[in-house]
């Protein structure tokens, strides 16, 4: 076998045993998942109603009120949903490192990396996993996309590309982590900047000093991006940058993971 056949063999071990911990903690999968439904239906039913009227120009179909809002913030949600589950990955990278058995991988004859490309590949399989409960839910409280095939697809590769990115930094954020405690934390940052962003409200209604930072950080692009192809909204030139964020991104997350991860093993 070539290394990378090793590679991709020990990739597969290391994910079976995340799908295995997913399967034994239920709880925090379904914690992960409930989060995002919570906040669809808080801010649709409790908030929806004036939000939506508020939306003006802004708004995504020809009524206002409740029923453009949930067009309006269902890919925000989706984000949150993604972000969701990148915290779990940096819980469970802080669980290994704390629990030794991190350094019990390293004495074995497995590719190292497969170590942390397990823990990736296994929270993509579950953040979509969670993407299709949460649009599941937001259809059945009122969301009408116009997208055909095409565009879904489109929509689950700028998915795809923000959850690889986020991984590998909740990935360096864990290994970073002194304590699984500090890993809960950290990534809580992802959680915020939807908030933060034109996930909720157009940029135009916020405070000029907020409103430039909502326009210029990473994840506003991505949110026009889905809502555009979901939607039917313009784009503009988002596709571009939700692109370059996320391989920056990407790029950034494992360049930490993997100088985190080299440190951890020169010890």
Known sequence: ????????RDSTTMLRRN?????RYPSLTVMLVGQPIVLLLLFVYVFGGT???GLGGAAVSGVGGRAAYVGYVTPAILLITVTSAVLGTAISVAMDMTEGIIARFRTMAISKASVLTGH????VIQTAIGL?????VALLVGFSP?????????????????????????VAMGLAAKS???ASNTPMIFTLLPFMGSGFVPTDSLPAWLRWFAEYQPFTPVIETIRGLLLGTPIGNSALLTVGW?????????AWSKSLFAKERTR
């Open 132 to 136: 299709a409960v949460v649009i599941g």
């Open 246 to 254: 996320c391989v920056l991104l990407t790029v950034l997350g494992y």
């Open 19 to 23: 799908m295995r911990h997913m399967q």
């Open 51 to 53: 939000l939506g009227n």
């Open 180 to 182: 699984v405690e500090t």
């Open 120 to 123: 990736v590949i296994g929270t």
């Open 146 to 170: 116009t997208a055909g095939v095409g565009e879904w697809f489109a929509v689950a590769g700028v998915l795809l590309l923000l959850t690889i990115a986020l991984t590998w930094l909740a």
């Open 1 to 8: 076998m070539t290394t990378l056949s090793y590679a991709m």
